[in-house]
């Protein structure tokens, strides 16, 4: 991508500024290590009003051109550490799901805010509800990269086994799922499913929309009553044009969107087939600055 020429100066009274193209500096040392890699980014415009109730106290909604904006966006997380450790034994990589919307905070800080966040090993979603809150959910996920399509599909599952048959886990070379599923077609919140497919094309984005949808540094979540804030850095995204080629969607309805997935997306992205991945640190949670 080309390099752009720095911004203006932003005056504060006109709200957030635009979303950087880079990260700005962690607000302390790197905790967490992880290798990002096979994002598609699925967009649908909302009205601002449907995602107030759902954000954490202190926030409110950040919106482009006057919507809010509602993601469903799978990718392929691996090489996770908790620093200055090496990347843990056995975790693994595997496949996750977001459904997430966008807020913004008192002290001008964009975030994620996840609506839920589908994943397979079952330690990794339980570390993440007690350390942060966040809603994990414990599914079968997997992927498959098949003449320059990927494909993506989970099931939440609805008891607490572990059952070895249905693991999907994934690698970084082009792999193909062991499963055959049907998402429901009115699906609860517990056996929720989703079929992703998509063909990234070889077209670079860098616009002001895509960077409002992916430039996020950070993300707020409700802990133990206090809302907090983490933020995370990495470099640019390699984003490219993408196009959806087929929606079979349950997580959409569970997270409180169920018009969503019958309507085509307004944004798709993707980052390219052959690219390796960013490597993602996090720093520390730390309490939300409140409005002002």
């Known amino acids: 991508m080309t390099t752009l020429d720095p911004a203006p100066a932003h ?22 290590r992880q290798r ?8 649908w415009r909302v009205d601002p009003s449907r995602i107030a109730p759902l954000l954490p106290a202190g926030t409110r909604p950040d919106t482009f051109d006057g919507s809010a904006w509602v993601g469903l966006i799978p990718f392929v997380l691996s090489e996770h550490a908790f620093l200055p450790l090496p990347p843990v034994p056995g975790f693994g990589t595997f496949v996750e799901i977001n459904v997430r919307t966008y807020a913004v905070d008192g002290a001008g800080n964009r975030s994620v805010v ?7 090993p079952l330690p990794s979603v339980m570390a993440a509800q007690a350390l942060f809150g966040l809603p994990y959910r ?18 939440r599952r609805r008891g607490p086994r572990l059952d070895s048959r249905m693991r999907a886990l994934v690698s970084d070379a082009p792999v193909a799922s062991p499963m055959s599923l049907a998402p429901d077609s009115v699906p609860d919140a517990r056996g929720a499913s989703t079929r992703i497919l998509a063909r990234p ?13 992916t430039g ?14 983490a933020r995370n850095r990495h470099k640019a995204w390699p984003l490219v044009e993408a ?34 991945g960013l490597l993602t640190e996090f720093a520390a949670a730390r309490p939300a600055t409140p409005p002002q």
């Open 11 to 32: 005056d504060p009274a006109d709200g957030p500024a635009p979303a950087p193209h880079t990260a700005p500096p962690l607000p302390g040392r790197s905790v967490i």
């Open 36 to 43: 990002w890699n096979h994002f598609v980014f699925l967009h």
């Open 114 to 120: 996840f609506c839920s966040l589908d994943a397979e």
């Open 138 to 155: 414990w599914a079968r996920a997997g992927q498959r990269i098949i003449d320059g399509t990927i494909e993506y599909r989970s099931r």
């Open 201 to 213: 094309l070889p077209r670079p984005v860098d616009t002001e929309l895509s960077r409002f949808l």
């Open 216 to 229: 996020r540094w950070g993300f707020h979540e409700t802990r133990l009553g206090r809302t907090i804030y």
């Open 243 to 276: 196009e959806l080629l087929a929606l079979d969607d349950g997580l959409l309805a569970a997270a409180g969107f169920p018009e969503l997935a019958s309507r085509a997306p307004d944004s798709v992205l993707a980052t390219p087939l052959d690219h390796p």
